[in-house]
């Protein structure tokens, strides 16, 4: 199963002592595929760095980078579907990219996308992607 995680659902699952490390660690267990493009790479590296410090970030990129199950997406079309973020369109056209089943977040910016007919996407919240396993 191909998914497009939002930073905030990474960051808050990176750290062994996460209630939501499950995420994670069944990304290392190699139970989804993740996909990713360059401009996520550099968000997530941005992000955790901010709140979790440098080491934390190259903990993560590191095993990211090197997984199996990691797709890396090149974008040939903007998408443009989320309009009150702008920046959230990067997982949007990776997800469409890599026709990805889900994209995991809890931003309420991509709310929008359940009202769009074309190109049709999945996202769930945590608990949601729970149910999933």
């Known amino acids: 199963m191909k998914i497009v995680l939002d930073t905030n659902i ?12 499950w995420i ?3 990304f290392i267990n190699e139970e989804y595929t993740l996909c990713v493009t360059t401009d996520i790479l ?4 941005e992000i955790i760095t901010q709140h979790a ?11 990211i980078e090197n997984a199996i199950n990691v797709e890396f997406i090149t974008k040939y079309y903007y998408w443009n579907l ?4 702008p920046d959230d369109n990067k997982f949007v ?10 994209i995991v977040t809890h ?3 991509f709310k ?10 999945e996202v769930l919240d945590i608990g949601g992607f729970k149910k999933v396993f």
């Open 10 to 21: 990474l960051l808050v699952s990176i750290s062994p002592t996460s209630k939501y490390y």
């Open 24 to 26: 994670f660690e069944r």
């Open 42 to 45: 550099n968000e997530y590296e």
């Open 53 to 63: 410090g440098a080491e934390a970030a190259n903990y993560a990129l590191q095993i």
């Open 82 to 85: 989320i309009t009150a973020d």
């Open 93 to 102: 056209d990776c997800a469409v990219a890599a026709n990805a089943k889900y």
């Open 107 to 109: 931003d309420k910016h």
């Open 112 to 121: 929008v996308l359940k009202n769009i007919e074309f190109p049709k996407l």
